[in-house]
């Protein structure tokens, strides 16, 4: 009897394997991601204001972008931070020299 009801049990493990058991998760997908972009904006509605951007003038507004522009061509020299001996300088802390 037990081998005759082997195919039968296996069978209806395969079909359990094929069902679906996330309806409710699928439902609510994404909305973590969403919630989290809406409370990062600060202006939900700024793309409606067609007011200009007060503060700086022309020149300055094109000197600080010519200057953010070029920071890409030529980016500062990476510094070295990693300070594992302790000693800063080349002498060591609490030295009198």
């Known amino acids: ?11 209806c493990l395969l079909a359990a394997g ?7 998760y699928d ?11 809406k409370k990062m904006t600060l202006n939900p509605n700024a793309g409606k204001n067609g007011d200009p951007v007060t503060g700086m003038d022309g020149r300055a507004s094109r000197e600080a972008m010519v200057q953010y522009q070029e920071s890409y061509k030529t980016p500062p020299p990476a510094v070295n931070v990693i300070n594992i001996g302790g000693q800063i300088g080349g002498q060591g802390a609490g030295s009198g020299k």
């Not at 094929?18 to 409710?24: A, G, L």
């Not at 439902?27 to 972009?37: H, I, N, Q, S």
């Open 1 to 11: 009897m037990f081998i005759r009801s082997t195919p039968l049990l296996l069978a």
């Open 18 to 24: 094929c069902s679906s058991v996330t309806p409710h």
């Open 27 to 37: 439902a609510r997908f994404g909305e973590a991601v969403r919630d989290a972009r």
